[in-house]
């Protein structure tokens, strides 16, 4: 049964000074996120992946509807490229997550289940 949805939009353009700044996308990414992060070559992407993890992010906040460090969360992908969610509170939901870029946006959708 549906429990919670959550939906959050970020502008990338927001991000374009954080690619750069390990203080400030530390605030964002958890540690497995850096790693992924750190291997992206071109800045586009780079800028895609924080905007799509921060909205992520905050998409879950707003399904959760409690505080979390945004770094005791992954949002990985699996090898078909879908996006899943690593956080230990979340072990009695099952979590959807949906992430989509268009070129100015990132957008996430999450469903948390019972």
Do not use: C, W
Request: aromatic share 14%; proline share 1%.
């Amino acid at each position: 049964m549906i429990e919670k949805i959550g939906v959050d939009i970020s502008e990338n353009s927001r991000f374009v000074d954080m690619i750069n700044d390990e203080k400030h996308y530390r605030k964002i990414l958890s540690q497995t996120e850096m790693n992924v992060f750190k291997g992206f070559l071109h800045e586009k992407r780079k800028l895609e992946y924080l905007a799509s993890r921060f909205s992520a992010k905050e998409a879950l906040f707003k399904a959760y509807n409690k505080e979390f460090n945004f770094t005791e969360v992954s949002i990985l992908n699996h090898e078909d490229g879908s996006p899943y969610i690593e956080a230990d509170f979340l072990e009695n939901y099952v979590v959807h997550i949906s992430i989509s870029h268009e070129k100015a946006y990132s957008i996430a959708f999450v469903i948390l289940e019972r």
